[in-house]
C-alpha cells in the first residue's frame, strides 16, 4: 500500500478510504512503545529459560544408561528417551506399554522387543506372518501337439489372393 500514490491526482476517494483501511489492517494488533519494549524484554526471557532447560536435560540425558544387567554387567547402551531401558532391554520394564516381546515360532522362539501396533500378535520381521496371496496368476495353457503342428498348406500366400468375379475389388483385400 506504500507504494501507490497517495496525492489527490492519484487515488480517487474510494479507494483512498480503502487505503486507509490498508493502513489500519497492518498495525492491527502490533505493540508500541513500553508495550513493545515489555513484550521484547518477556520474550528475551522466555528464550534464555529454556535454552538452559533445554541444555541442561540434554546433559543429563546423554548420560543415562540402560539399567538391565545382562551376566552381572550393566548394559552400556543409551536408553530410549523417557524411559530407563535401551531398545534391547525394554521389555524388562513392567510399565511400559508401548513394546511387546516377539513370539516368534514354535521351533524359533524369540524375545527381541517389537512395537506395539494395531494387531494382536506383534511380530519382528523374521517372524512376521505374510497375508494369503491375493492374486492368483492365471494358468498357461497347454496347447495340444497336434495344433502345433498344423498343415500349412492350409493358407494361402498374398501372391495367391486374387480378384475374383464374384467378389468386388475392395473386398478382396
Request: aromatic share 4%; glycine share 4%; proline share 9%.
Given at each position: ?10 487515488l480517487m476517494a474510494k479507494e483512498r478510504e480503502n487505503l486507509k483501511r490498508l493502513k489500519c489492517l497492518r498495525r492491527y494488533r502490533q505493540r508500541y ?141
Amino acid at each position: 500500500g506504500s507504494s501507490l500514490l497517495t496525492g489527490p491526482e492519484g487515488l480517487m476517494a474510494k479507494e483512498r478510504e480503502n487505503l486507509k483501511r490498508l493502513k489500519c489492517l497492518r498495525r492491527y494488533r502490533q505493540r508500541y512503545g513500553v508495550e513493545a519494549l515489555l513484550h521484547r524484554q518477556l520474550k528475551e526471557r522466555r528464550m534464555l529459560a529454556t535454552d538452559g532447560t533445554a541444555q541442561q536435560a540434554h546433559t543429563t540425558r546423554s548420560s543415562q544408561r540402560c539399567l538391565a544387567f545382562v551376566d552381572d554387567v550393566r548394559c552400556s547402551n543409551q536408553s530410549l528417551p523417557m524411559t530407563r531401558h535401551c531398545l534391547t532391554h525394554i521389555c524388562q520394564d513392567t510399565n511400559q506399554m508401548l513394546f511387546k516381546p516377539c513370539q516368534g515360532s514354535e521351533e524359533v522362539p524369540c524375545n527381541k522387543p517389537v512395537p506395539v501396533s494395531l494387531s494382536e500378535d506383534p511380530c519382528c520381521p523374521l517372524h512376521l506372518r505374510l497375508p494369503p496371496q491375493m492374486y492368483v496368476p492365471e494358468q498357461v495353457l497347454v496347447v495340444p501337439e497336434e495344433l502345433e503342428a498344423a498343415p500349412t498348406d492350409l493358407y494361402l500366400s498374398a501372391a495367391e489372393l486374387q480378384p475374383t468375379e464374384s467378389l468386388p475389388l475392395e473386398f478382396s483385400d
